[in-house]
């Protein structure tokens, strides 16, 4: 019972990091977009600070959380290839957001590195990452 609640929470946090990091990209898109106007792109700075601040790293660490309170109350999920994919899969994603926190940083300081075309593209890369994330703990393939 506890571990459908530590699932149910999970999947709750887990939606919410990933609306936090479906948007940041699509802030620097508008804040490269408009880099000579400073009045838009000072309220892009403090957008892009609090979703980042108070909502997506918040919902990285919950989801975190009870993905590993769940592995606590039932170890037999530590003995599972495809939960050992999803792992791997986990931590570029990570990757993934810590990345989207040194761009934040940088736009922050108007150290603009990336085109708004890259920004798009980048975008996307989270997406890719919970097509295979979900594939994984729902279809449980148990090919290795
Ligand atoms: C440290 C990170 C994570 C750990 C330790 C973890 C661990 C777990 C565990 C133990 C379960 C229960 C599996 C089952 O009942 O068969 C689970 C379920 C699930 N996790 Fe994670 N998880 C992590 C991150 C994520 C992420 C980032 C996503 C989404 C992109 C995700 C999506 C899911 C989904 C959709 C389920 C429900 C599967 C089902 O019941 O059919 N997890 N997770």
Not at 24 to 47: C, G, Q, S
Request: charged share 15%; with cysteine; aromatic share 16%.
């Amino acid at each position: 019972m506890l571990v459908l609640w530590f699932k149910a929470l999970h999947l709750i946090a887990m939606v919410a990091w990933f609306a936090g990091m479906f948007y940041m990209f699509r802030l620097f898109v508008y804040h490269v977009e408009n880099r000579d106007r400073p009045e838009v792109t000072a309220l892009l700075k403090i957008m892009a600070e609090r979703l980042y601040r108070y909502i997506t790293t918040p919902a990285m660490i919950a989801t975190f959380v009870f993905g590993i309170a769940m592995l606590v109350v039932n170890p037999g999920y530590l003995k599972l290839g495809w939960m050992h994919l999803k792992w791997v899969l986990v931590f570029g994603l990570a990757g993934y957001h810590g990345f989207v926190g040194v761009t934040r940083r940088r736009f922050a300081a108007d150290d603009i590195r990336l085109t708004s075309k890259q920004c798009r593209i980048l975008n996307e890369v989270p997406t890719l990452f919970l097509i295979a994330i979900v594939l994984l703990a729902v279809l449980r393939p148990n090919f290795f």
